[in-house]
């Protein structure tokens, strides 16, 4: 069965850094979107980065310069290196994959939610 897992959350002060790492598992298929996004209770779930497979990024503004995705396409994994963190930035965060796998003539899209890991920075 095809999964997403994630890691790399934890508890930090402001101003350290983490790296959210995210592993398609149960699949070669190639990944043609790779996503964070974060939520906090109550709220909607917003989008933080992407990357697609033709190496262009997205950030959202409030984390443009110290957020870095990255992916390692041959691994099926994608990391969210997160720097000079703030209390703002707390949240869970959430990996979405978007694979694409040969079907017949044509391909079949299909998309991938991770559970979750859950960052905290405190003031």
């Known amino acids: 069965q095809v999964h997403v897992v994630e890691s790399g959350g934890g508890f930090v002060q402001a101003g350290a850094s983490l790296r959210l790492s995210c592993t398609v598992v149960?699949?070669?298929?190639?990944?043609l979107v790779w996503a964070w996004h974060r939520q906090t209770p109550g709220k909607q779930r917003n989008l933080v980065?992407?990357?697609?497979?033709?190496?262009?990024?997205h950030y959202a503004d409030a984390v443009k310069g110290r957020f870095i995705i990255t992916r390692d396409s041959a691994k099926g994994t994608m990391f969210l290196q997160m720097n000079s963190l703030k209390p703002e930035d707390t949240g869970t965060y959430f990996c979405?994959?978007?694979?694409?796998?040969?079907?017949?003539?044509?391909?079949?899209?299909?998309?991938?939610w991770g559970q979750g890991t859950q960052v905290v920075v405190s003031s």
């Open positions: 149960g699949s070669s298929s190639t990944v």
């Open positions: 980065a992407n990357a697609d497979s033709s190496g262009g990024t």
């Open positions: 979405y994959a978007r694979l694409v796998t040969p079907a017949g003539a044509g391909s079949r899209h299909d998309e991938f």
